[in-house]
């Protein structure tokens, strides 16, 4: 900083940080920004960057994470949760700092590091180009994932259009995607979700109550407005899966959970993943304290079933979220709507253990059955795999199709770039799309939504019951 910068205003931050505004201002392709000192950890020294204004202040970065799918694979140690998830995606990251739908519960918003810390939005503008060039390089892939760590239809995005590009990457490439959001998506995503027949709309709504959600989440949707655009995207016989995510028990009634799935039922929706909320011990109490601050009723009773730790991380109490659960798989069977969890464990004894096939009757969990998708040869396009398991690959070696053929794959690791690369399928069987217990093909996968749910299971049996695992009271 020279000498003769001076620090002209200081500005408290939607989470706590401050932002110290210097008296240098500039302009670039991006706009005009004000130079101003950010720290990357809350309350920590600050380093000069450039702020942009417009639309809101927010930074600009040209940092890139490279394509990969989940962080754990099925057989980690006893002392690591393993990956529950029976979803193949590529995750994501258009937009990253603080989110500014400032949900209390976000773990995102929650942590303390990185340029969260910062408490401004940052767009990370040349990502969509340089997850082309890298995408180019692999041979294996799930859906785009857009996204699992910020809100794609971003108050940004209008400026920088880093969604839609990277919904494009993922098209060009004949990849199937699916957004997961907490606002009103414009017209051009349901063109992006048209463009691949296995492609999905999800949204995140973990309350019925329309005054706790939006004291949840203030920069959401009232609820009424998103019922409206899943009837939009339903008609359009766009998949819908919904987030029920996280469920904040105590604060959250089992009556307000039913009442989002009567809710979503009449307005479309066609699958529901369940997951409570979750926390770090150390956060453990700052989320107590947001649920308060917001006026939420029965902070108490959150604190008294938020009791149960399961591998060094706190979740509301096993017999609790087993009951819930046991009631929701009633209410949706009888609604007609599919339901998984999103890494619910039980306690094992070690570091816990998947709940999901006591409560899973969809085909994967985040809704429809997606196949892997592999180059037929080095630069060709991608093409989903024939015959690949409706479940996705955890569980595809003791129960599946196994039809690619690959260890890598069949062992449900944790894929990073360089494994997306290595893996690589040649040898398809196209014979194999006639298993009873493929993906639909990319040609039935065009048809309406209530086939996809009900081609495989029409009974919506659970996995446990369907492969004779026996009663999650035993277990849990
Ligand atoms: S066949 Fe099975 S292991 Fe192979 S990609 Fe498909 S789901 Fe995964």
Redesign the pocket.
């Known amino acids: 900083m020279s000498k003769r910068t001076k620090r002209i205003k200081k500005v408290k931050t939607a989470r706590g940080g401050n932002i110290e505004y210097l008296d240098e201002v500039g302009e670039d392709q991006y706009g005009t920004y004000q130079r101003a000192l950010l720290s990357m950890t809350r309350g920590g020294k600050g380093k000069p960057y450039n702020v942009y204004m417009e639309p809101s202040p927010h930074l600009v970065l040209d940092t890139s994470p490279s394509p990969r799918g989940w962080y754990k694979g099925k057989n980690e140690s006893d002392r690591v949760r393993p990956r529950p998830c029976y979803t193949?995606a590529l995750l994501t990251t258009p937009y990253g700092g603080f989110c500014p739908l400032n949900c209390a519960h976000c773990y995102v918003n929650g942590g303390t590091r990185g340029y969260r810390a910062t408490g401004l939005p940052a767009a990370h503008v040349v990502y969509p180009d340089k997850l082309r060039a890298q995408i180019a390089k692999i041979n294996v892939s799930g859906a785009g994932y857009i996204t699992s760590f910020s809100e794609p239809f971003h108050q940004l995005e209008p400026k920088y259009h880093v969604t839609r590009r990277l919904a494009q990457v993922f098209i060009d490439e004949g990849l199937p995607i699916f957004y997961l959001s907490r606002s009103i998506p414009p017209d051009w995503a349901i063109d992006t979700l048209q463009e691949n027949a296995y492609s999905y709309m999800q949204w995140s709504i973990n309350t019925g109550n329309p005054d706790h959600y939006r004291k949840m989440s203030p920069g959401s949707y009232d609820l009424d407005d998103v019922y409206e655009r899943i009837q939009d995207f339903s008609e359009q016989g766009i998949f819908v899966s919904i987030q029920v995510n996280p469920i904040v028990a105590g604060i959250t009634k089992l009556a307000d959970i039913m009442l989002l799935l009567d809710n979503l039922k009449q307005a479309g929706a066609h699958h529901c993943i369940f997951k409570f909320v979750e926390q770090v011990a150390n956060n453990r109490k700052s989320l107590m304290a947001r649920m308060g601050k917001r006026g939420l009723p029965d902070v108490d009773k959150f604190d008294k079933v938020f009791s149960q730790v399961i591998g060094g991380v706190y979740t509301v109490a096993q017999d609790v979220r087993v009951e819930w659960l046991k009631a929701i798989l009633e209410h949706t069977r009888k609604l007609g709507l599919t339901m998984s969890t999103c890494y619910e464990y039980y306690n094992d004894g070690h570091a816990g253990s998947n709940l999901a096939p006591w409560f899973t009757t969809s085909d994967q969990c985040h809704g429809r059955g997606v196949?892997?998708y592999y180059r037929p040869s080095p630069g060709a396009p991608f093409q989903p795999?024939p015959?690949?398991?409706r479940k996705?690959?955890l569980y595809?070696?003791d129960y599946?199709?196994?039809?690619?053929g690959?260890d890598k794959?069949?062992h449900a690791d944790a894929m990073e770039y360089k494994d997306l690369r290595e893996t690589v399928i040649r040898e398809v069987d196209d014979e194999l799309w006639a298993h009873v217990d493929s993906c639909l093909m990319p040609e039935d996968a065009k048809q309406s939504t209530r086939n996809i749910i009900f081609y495989s299971n029409p009974k919506m049996l659970t996995d446990a019951e369907m492969w004779g695992w026996g009663e999650v009271d035993e277990i849990c």
């Open positions: 193949e196949p892997v795999v015959g690949c398991y996705g690959c595809c070696s599946g199709t196994r039809a690619c690959n794959l069949l």
